[in-house]
């Protein structure tokens, strides 16, 4: 199965330029290493193998694997290299670029033999730190992949994800393997898992060399990611390529454990009347769903959702904590219920609902910002409500609803409200400059003329 074992950590943020920087004299001796038919050129930068690491991995964004290769392997003849896991990760990375996977994964296995604390050798700081080794971990289980290893792999993604569980291509690894070991409804979980933490992806262009055209779960999994973000067109359109693929392979089992397939068809028809606008039809078919499998977590989001939509939010908190108690790292669920929370006017709760969705969705999301921003606001702690809404201008939009430059107006507000006028008032005429008729700023700039 053919594929590429490449995610590098971000580039290293500067060159070794001087032997002063970290002493670069002694120990290195490249025309030793040219010897063996391993060439690196680093031009006139100094002989240290933090340079030769540098020059490799500007190879390996290349997929220039053997130009990698050769240079990863000349650092690694140094004694500062061999203590650095990084380097030994990247040259894993080149050698599965080359499909040497079984040398690809001893070079992992050397990087994460290497205990925290350990230096880099192209930088002085920071020290490898503890929770830089889930990338080592989840390369590792990438080679795993490729060699169709899949337990081995499961047990690398899964050690990856005990320390940075928020890291999407994991879960995405995670269900190829499982989908390949015949477990559909734990693939199916973990595809979906993926595209919650990185919706904004092309799906099925994200990694099409890792499956095949019989991998129809991928598609489900997507399908329900897109549900629970309320995106149900996009959701139908998943469904109906996973149903195609489906259809066309009846040998295929299908991957639920408790529901049958036709159950899962009827929560996709209850998405469909949502997406029509016909909730009342959409509420029965999910009630009628939940009656026959009450731990079916979505159903209860789906039917959460049309309570939303009818403003009936008692109701709607009720069905978000049925699937946060199904699903507790459901950061959407978490979302959506700190929305009906905040419009019930159950602020304090709607706070700790949203930062559940923060805490789960990597560091949060612009919509969550937001509306956390609105209600520091209403709370008079405007400093912590400024810091929502720049985080929120900062961070991806999931959802929509929510524009920019309303964002940009309620920072605004909250800059007059904690007496930040100068800083409110550059916020107001950006706004204007990009909208000239918003109403609320016009209103706000008279009221910030009367004090500056």
């Known amino acids: 199965m053919p594929s590429k074992s490449i995610f590098l950590r971000s580039l290293p943020v500067s060159l070794i330029l001087s032997g002063c920087l970290l002493e670069i ?82 070079s992992y296995d050397k990087a994460l033999k290497i205990k925290p604390g350990a230096k880099f050798v192209d930088r002085v700081k920071p020290l490898v730190k503890a929770e830089d080794y889930y990338i080592w971990w989840f390369n590792r289980g990438t080679a795993l992949v490729d060699l169709q290893r899949y337990q081995e792999a499961l047990a690398s993604f899964d050690k990856s994800l005990q320390i940075k569980s928020d890291y999407g291509f994991v879960w995405f690894f995670r269900g190829l393997a499982l989908f390949r070991l015949d477990r559909y409804d734990e693939a199916r979980l973990s595809y979906r898992r993926s595209v919650l933490l990185s919706p904004n992806t092309p799906y099925n262009l994200k990694f099409r060399q890792l499956f095949n055209i019989q991998d129809y779960v991928v598609y489900y999994g997507e399908a329900e990611a897109k549900s629970r973000l309320g995106r149900y067109k996009e959701a139908l359109k998943a469904f109906e390529r996973g149903k195609s693929i489906r259809r066309s392979n009846p040998e295929i089992k299908f991957f639920q454990n408790n529901i049958d ?19 009342a039809k959409a509420l029965t078919i999910f009630d009628q769903i939940i009656v026959s499998n009450p731990n079916y977590a979505n159903a209860w989001d789906a039917k959460a959702d049309t309570l939303t939509i009818l403003k009936r939010y008692p109701e709607a908190i009720q069905a978000y904590d049925r699937v946060t108690t199904i699903e507790p790292d459901d950061y959407a669920s978490w979302y959506k219920k700190g929305n009906a929370l905040r419009k019930a ?96 700023a016009l209103q706000l700039r008279k009221l910030l003329q009367k004090v500056l």
């Open 261 to 279: 397939e036709s159950t899962y068809e009827n929560y996709i028809e209850g998405i469909r009347s949502l997406d029509a606008g016909d909730n």
């Open 25 to 106: 004299s002694g120990a290195f001796n490249p025309p030793e290493v040219l010897s063996q038919n391993l060439s690196c050129d680093i031009g006139s930068l100094p002989v240290h193998p933090g340079n030769y690491k540098l020059r490799g991995s500007t190879y390996l964004k290349k997929d220039q694997f053997q130009a990698a290769l050769d240079c990863f392997s000349i650092a690694l003849q140094d004694q500062r290299g061999q203590q650095d896991p990084e380097l030994w990760n990247n040259h894993g990375l080149a050698l599965a670029g080359l499909k040497r996977f079984d040398e690809a994964i001893a």
């Open 345 to 440: 006017k159950r602020n304090a709760e709607a706070l700790k609902s949203y930062q559940k969705a923060i805490d789960l969705s990597s560091g949060g999301f612009a919509e969550v910002w937001h509306n956390r921003g609105l209600i520091l606001d209403s709370q008079n702690k405007y400093e912590e409500a400024i810091a929502a809404y720049n985080r929120s201008l900062k961070s991806n939009t999931l959802w929509g609803g929510i524009e920019r430059i309303d964002t940009e107006y309620a920072l605004a507000a909250s800059l007059y409200n904690s007496k930040r006028y100068q800083e409110s008032s550059a916020t107001v005429e950006k706004i204007l400059k990009e909208k000239p008729n918003y109403k609320e």
